[in-house]
């Protein structure tokens, strides 16, 4: 699982209420991604980063936040949870071999906002 | 957008019977990866093929990929019911600031005892 954990593993929580994922890996990737997955859509890119306080947008951004202020972490906010955010979250970092790029992922989070 | 999409949605087989899933991809690639993912788990890597290759192996898996047609395909030979999982195809794109992979939507394998 290359060192990578998430936390909480499960949440329940209630609309407009804020909602913090935090992905910890302890090998001193550089890059980390934030991934929602939702029947029919696959993998969706949420946000990802490149190093400490270098963050950029995915696919689906919209009502979501990022942050790392330490090379192992990475934090997902959800300002306001909305319905639509209920979700399994994963988290992955990435390995590069010469040109190439492997991905590997956390356990996920299963969030529910009610 | 997806880049790639996964053929069929949803495979059923036997034990012991070879399973095939189809990835279809849209623009230029310089390789294209393989994913298993268990029920409540997160994907994990299975194998990766570069552009310039027509074939890899590993195990009981075997990737082809044709670029011309812009397609890859994933055997599994002699399954077993531990098989049992979705199976997603991922391409790199380039943009923004980081290398990025994009993953089809996945063909769920059953491997029925």
């Known amino acids: 699982d290359a060192g990578i954990t998430q936390s909480p593993r499960h949440k329940v929580t209630e609309t407009g209420t804020p909602v913090t994922l935090r992905c910890h890996q302890t090998e001193n990737h550089r890059y980390m991604y934030w991934y929602r997955q939702d029947p029919g859509h696959g993998l969706r890119l949420i946000h990802y980063s490149y190093g400490v306080k270098d963050t950029d947008k995915g696919e689906v951004s919209d009502g979501y936040s990022v942050s790392r202020s330490k090379t192992e972490d990475f934090l997902l906010t959800l300002e306001s949870a909305t319905s639509s955010q209920t979700s399994v979250y994963f988290c992955a970092i990435s390995l590069t071999s010469g040109s190439t790029d492997t991905q590997y992922f956390g356990p996920g989070t299963r969030l529910t906002v009610l | 957008s997806q880049q790639g999409e996964e053929d069929p949605q949803a495979l059923s087989i036997q034990e012991g019977e070879n399973a095939t899933m189809n990835c279809s991809y849209k623009t230029s690639i310089n390789n294209l990866q393989w994913y298993r993912q268990n029920s409540g788990r997160g994907l994990v890597h299975l194998i990766l093929i570069r552009s310039n290759e027509r074939e890899k192996h590993s195990g009981r898996l075997r990737v082809t990929l044709d670029t011309s047609k812009k397609s890859s395909s994933l055997l599994i030979t002699a399954s077993r019911a531990a098989d049992t999982a979705s199976y997603f195809c991922?391409?790199?794109?380039?943009?923004?600031?980081?290398?990025?992979?994009?993953f089809g939507s996945g063909t769920q394998l059953t491997v029925l005892p």
């Open positions: 991922a391409t790199p794109i380039s943009s923004g600031s980081a290398r990025q992979l994009t």
